[in-house]
């Protein structure tokens, strides 16, 4: 009966302790394999999951949000094909509750044009978006020329459509 350094006790043939083959409860094997295996330890962390699903909507034709990311063109740069590259360069600003978005988004996910944003951020980011122009060109999106106005967006839609923005406001 052997006592191992990690605390397990194990009845082992003396033979294997006195010609080395037992060293350890199985407790060594155990831990040089979960090493082995181990690549970067984070992918249960947010950050890995936005890389996937980054990578996913860019790279995998059966993504539902393929058409609007790789079915257009955009793509993953080469360095961020690893997951570890992807944290060196965006894993230190990540926080809780942000995702990946592009600056330009008809430009590749890259260091350049990539950065963490909450919704409310990336709402303001989209291709969809309807721009005003105001008297000192100032450029807002619908939804904060709603605020600036003390209004809903339904009735900027409807402003907009009956042509009677504030003096100085107009769709860019």
Known sequence: RCACDCGAQKTVAG???RDGRMRSCGCWR???IGLAALTHGLTNHPAYKSWRHMRDRCENPRDKKWADYGGRGIR???RWTKFDNFYA???PTWAPGLTIERGDNDGDYEPGNCRWATHAEQSRNKRNNVWYVGPDGQRLVA????RVLGI???VVGNRT???TLPPGWSKA
């Open 152 to 154: 809903t967006q339904q």
């Open 76 to 78: 993953v740069c080469g």
């Open 89 to 91: 360069d965006m894993g």
């Open 161 to 163: 459509r009956a042509g």
């Open 15 to 17: 033979v294997h302790l």
């Open 30 to 32: 155990r831990e040089r």
């Open 143 to 146: 939804a904060d020329l709603a």
